[in-house]
């Protein structure tokens, strides 16, 4: 039997890695790869990786930091936020808001199950800011009504009124909305009478 021929002789590419190549590695990491569960270190890595590309695909190294996120939330959700934070301010760099208010609810629930209900709130109110900026009404509501229910357990009723109030004025002139006034209405109400102010109700 003859000798092997050397990966000079069989074609194979010597030297420092291209950018795509990279790129089609770390795609591969992500999306087919045994690291696709990855945790801890495997995600720092893959961060770090990214970040030598991120001045040529911003919206790739965002994805990056979303992809690692996802690996760190069952083993450190801080992490994950820190991850998530990070691709947010990449996708309003590049002007994908709605990108962005994704990932602002993304952190929101993250602090939900933390129980962390004060940043919870100021992260779902980010996420609606977003949305209603780049007029997705329907995602928009869901976050500001997160932000209503949290505001009524902890007894803030008059914030968790006007938001629904404001919900209800904005809903029924929405062909796919105005259906849910009466219990937007309903719902201020409701916390009119935790407040003790039963004059109110009359009034909305």
Known sequence: MGRQPCCDEVGIKRGQWTMEEDRKLMNFIFNDGPWKLAKGSQACWAVEMWKKLQLESQHEAAQAYVSAAHCYKKTSPKEAISCLQQAVNMFCDIGRLNMAARYYKEIAELYESEQNIEQAMDYYEKAADFFQSEEVSTSA???????????????QYQKAIEIYEEIARQSITNNLLKNGVKGHLFNAGIFQLCKGDAFAITNV
Do not use: G, H, P, R
């Open 141 to 155: 509501n869901q976050c500001t009504q997160k932000v209503a229910q949290f505001a009524a357990q902890i007894e």
